[in-house]
């Protein structure tokens, strides 16, 4: 038989074991509890495949970079006022133009469709019409030239290195006066000059200039390199071809050819004609300038010349 004390104490110790058994259980749930929310707090967060879509229309919708400018023209050059001081102080007839081949437009003009005899400017529609013919294979470079003893290669250079008459005369012979008309209107799309009766304008003289910047027709390296040789490097004979515009440059590269007549009675230039290819290298640019004139001198156009090269560089230092 059990005493009531003995009883009493056997449950006391039930409760303790109970609520240590309760603290014991309620701390394992509270520190597994924590290790689970470091767990998953730890994890990397997951970007839903729509919230990526959107990341990337973000990123795509973002204005890009403007392309640099490509095939940027040379600011215009107003020459103008240049060609028009020059008129002014010149007498007798007198008509220039200035053209911009970078821009591809007129940057000075004076009276531009007035006619002249051409004097010798007749050859440059003959030289580039047998430069074609050589190119075509028409004519043989070491053909000979009738009455010239020499090829037809060597008098397409001397009609312009050094004005060789004798060459163009026979050259155009060759071509036949009224074919090359019909070349010259028809190929070149000149129509307002009739070399048969050497009559031109500065402004068909200039269109032919142009055609042999280009030089569309003749694609030949060697020939190229000849023909622009021949209005680059001009002896000084009886007469100086390089009298006028190109003594008026100091930094250019002039590739001119003139045309004139002289009357030694009265000493003056019937006629004085030059027109050019001007090519400043260190800029890159380039320009024809073609000048005709009835009894004005030379040296007037050595002027403008000069004129035209301190003016160019005076608009290079300013900008």
């Known amino acids: 038989m059990v005493s009531k004390s003995s009883s009493k104490h056997s449950s006391v110790n039930d409760k303790t074991g109970f609520y240590l058994l309760f603290v014991l259980l309620f701390i394992f749930i509270s520190v597994l509890s924590y290790i689970l929310c470091l767990i998953f707090l730890s994890e990397p967060v997951d970007v839903s495949e729509n919230d990526k879509n959107d990341e990337d229309a973000s990123i795509q919708t973002e204005p890009l970079p403007e392309p640099e400018p490509t095939n940027v023209l040379p600011e215009k050059i107003d020459f103008q006022p240049l060609v028009d001081r020059w008129v002014s102080s010149v007498g007798g007839?007198?008509?220039?133009?200035?053209?911009?081949?970078?821009?591809?437009?007129?940057?000075?003009?004076?009276?531009?469709?007035?006619?002249?005899?051409?004097?010798?400017?007749?050859?440059?529609?003959?030289?580039?019409?047998?430069?074609?013919?050589?190119?075509?294979?028409?004519?043989?470079?070491?053909?000979?030239?009738?009455?010239?003893?020499?090829?037809?290669?060597?008098?397409?250079?001397?009609?312009?290195?050094?004005?060789?008459?004798?060459?163009?005369?026979?050259?155009?012979?060759?071509?036949?006066?009224?074919?090359?008309?019909?070349?010259?209107?028809?190929?070149?799309?000149?129509?307002?000059?009739?070399?048969?009766?050497?009559?031109?304008?500065?402004?068909?003289?200039?269109?032919?200039?142009?055609?042999?910047?280009?030089?569309?027709?003749?694609?030949?390296?060697?020939?190229?390199?000849?023909?622009?040789?021949?209005f680059l490097h001009q002896p000084v004979t009886t007469y100086n071809w390089r009298q006028g515009l190109p003594s008026g440059f100091t930094r250019a590269d002039v590739y001119n050819k003139v045309g004139w007549d002289y009357n030694p009675d009265g000493k003056y230039?019937?006629?004085?004609?030059?027109?050019?290819?001007?090519?400043?290298?260190?800029e890159e640019r380039h320009f024809i300038i073609t000048i005709m004139t009835n009894k004005v001198p030379f040296q007037k156009i050595t002027e403008f010349g000069r004129e035209f090269e301190n003016t160019y560089y005076q608009y290079v230092l300013k900008n």
């Open 269 to 282: 230039w019937n006629i004085y004609h030059d027109t050019a290819i001007v090519v400043f290298p260190e």
């Open 93 to 230: 007839n007198r008509s220039v133009l200035v053209y911009d081949l970078d821009r591809e437009e007129l940057v000075g003009s004076y009276n531009p469709d007035e006619s002249y005899n051409t004097a010798s400017l007749y050859k440059l529609f003959v030289v580039y019409e047998g430069y074609r013919k050589l190119q075509s294979g028409e004519w043989s470079e070491s053909g000979t030239v009738s009455g010239t003893q020499k090829t037809i290669l060597q008098c397409l250079d001397l009609a312009i290195r050094e004005s060789n008459s004798a060459c163009a005369e026979s050259l155009w012979a060759m071509i036949g006066r009224d074919a090359l008309n019909d070349v010259i209107i028809n190929d070149y799309g000149i129509v307002n000059s009739n070399i048969s009766s050497l009559i031109s304008n500065p402004s068909d003289i200039l269109k032919m200039m142009q055609i042999y910047y280009k030089h569309e027709d003749i694609t030949d390296t060697s020939l190229v390199s000849l023909m622009k040789d021949s």
